[in-house]
């Protein structure tokens, strides 16, 4: 203790205090003088900034692009309330339209055009039947069209150009079936639809109703 008391100066007092306020001041220097411009770009890591500390008020979100989920809400929007969807947009050459058409009895018949694939809708006399017929442009066109009544008979044939295969329901009954057809361009047209007839239709005038779903694709 005496040895420790004799080294205790007035000087080492001195000089230990100055290095403890010349420690201090840089500190305190450093916190209240360092800012942004001060750190060079690019130096600070992701994991040096505090979590949730970036929000939107510090993000200029005009720099930032549509995450993939968003992308593909956009091109959904426009078909949200189209009877054919016809204003979706096509993904890597893929389109699909939902269709729905009814007529009345003895109506005008109602044409639909799908890349090619032709479909014509009719509701005839003399009772409330249902019909669809199917062409296509060229005769280089290859078709296919299928269906299943409600009378429990079927309907397959192939089709090219002005060929018109078809089906018509049994007198206020169903067909469902598919009509797909490859283009020269190997585009391929698929259409899946029910049909159907019914005589003042769920509450309505119209008795024939073609609903269903077109896809094509390269």
Not at 118 to 139: F, K, M, Q, R, Y
Request: charged share 20%; net charge negative; hydrophobic share 40%.
């Amino acid at each position: 203790m005496e040895g420790l008391r004799s080294r205790l100066t007035y000087a080492n007092v001195v000089a230990t205090l100055a290095l403890f306020l010349a420690l201090s001041g840089s500190a305190v220097y450093a916190a209240t003088k360092i800012s942004g411009t001060t750190i060079k770009k690019k130096t600070l890591p992701g994991n040096r900034l505090k979590d949730e500390s970036v929000t939107g008020t510090q993000v200029n979100e005009a720099t930032l692009g549509a995450v993939p989920l968003a992308q593909s809400a956009n091109l959904a929007k426009s078909a949200d309330s189209a009877a054919t969807a016809g204003d979706a947009q096509a993904v890597n050459g893929v389109s699909e339209r939902v269709v729905r058409a009814s007529l009345p009895l003895n109506g005008p018949f109602v044409p639909l055009e799908f890349d090619g694939l032709h479909i014509d809708l009719n509701c005839g006399t003399p009772a409330t039947l249902a019909s669809i017929g199917v062409t296509s442009p060229t005769n280089e066109d290859v078709g296919e069209f299928a269906a299943a009544l409600s009378d429990g008979t079927t309907v397959q044939e192939s089709f090219d150009g002005p060929v018109d295969p078809g089906v018509q329901t049994p007198t206020d009954g169903w067909a469902i079936g598919t009509a797909s057809l490859r283009r020269p361009s190997g585009r391929l047209v698929r259409f899946d639809f029910s049909l159907r007839a019914l005589t003042d239709g769920y509450g309505t005038t119209d008795d024939c109703f073609l609903s269903g779903f077109v896809r094509s694709a390269p």
